[in-house]
């Protein structure tokens, strides 16, 4: 797959309802299984809730509760349909590299009251909010981002996001990344050299990479 520009892709995101009985489901590359509750099987590999499987092309998936699937796919392929597949958001990559990729998700937490620098990344990805509440800043857009919600962000704009709940917040993210940022690099680019000197008032927790 690359041999294409990246905006020859999409990143989508998909609510799983899992099922004693097994479905499969007809991914057509790269993809990431997010257990949000309960327990799941991923092509026979049991995963518990607050964790994650990476597939790539087609997989049985069955198991009890709910999980969150994030698809890199061609353009030229549908999105998803189907019983206990729910599309929730997905968007088209811009043109960025066309050299070798990775397909990276983590999961980003912060404080209540913590809020990041003005920054970008390395490549576009969509977050998903899996508890708490943001406020987030995207290029000249604001919004205030509850749990459930996914949203999409190119890396080139700059973002500053805002940890405004009670509690800590947390979400899922998966990114599209040059390789050379493999083992787990940073892909983030402060706005201005001051910036890059705040603290980020986040922690991660890789789940892992995958070619793409």
């Known amino acids: 797959m690359t ?15 899992a099922t004693p009985e097994a479905m499969t489901v007809a991914v057509s590359g ?4 997010y257990v949000a509750s309960g ?3 991923v092509d026979g590999t049991s995963v ?5 499987h990476f597939v790539d092309g087609p997989f049985s998936f069955a ?9 890199f796919a061609p353009i030229t392929q549908p999105v998803l349909d189907g019983a206990g597949i729910s599309l929730v958001i997905s968007r088209r990559l811009p043109q960025a590299y066309s050299g070798k990729r990775i397909f990276r998700a983590d999961r980003v937490e912060s ?26 800043y995207i290029g000249e857009d604001s919004e205030r981002i509850d749990t459930g919600h996914a949203w999409f962000e190119t890396g080139t704009d700059w973002v ?23 083992g787990g690099i940073s892909s ?7 910036e890059g000197n705040k603290p980020r008032s986040v922690t991660y927790r890789l789940f892992g990479e995958h070619s793409c």
């Open 160 to 182: 500053i996001g805002k940890n405004i709940h009670d509690s800590a917040s947390a979400f899922v993210r998966v990114m599209i990344l040059p390789a050379e940022l493999s």
């Open 48 to 52: 518990e809730a607050d964790n994650g």
């Open 63 to 71: 198991g009890t509760g709910t999980a969150w699937l994030y698809e």
């Open 30 to 33: 790269v993809a990431f299984v």
């Open 111 to 136: 404080n209540p009251g913590a809020q990041t620098p003005l920054h970008g990344h390395r490549g576009p990805g969509i977050r998903r909010l899996l508890k708490g509440r943001l406020h987030a």
């Open 3 to 17: 041999a294409l520009e990246l905006n020859q892709y999409r990143l989508s995101v998909y609510d799983l309802t």
């Open 39 to 41: 327990t799941a099987e």
């Open 188 to 194: 983030f680019v402060p706005a201005t050299p001051e």
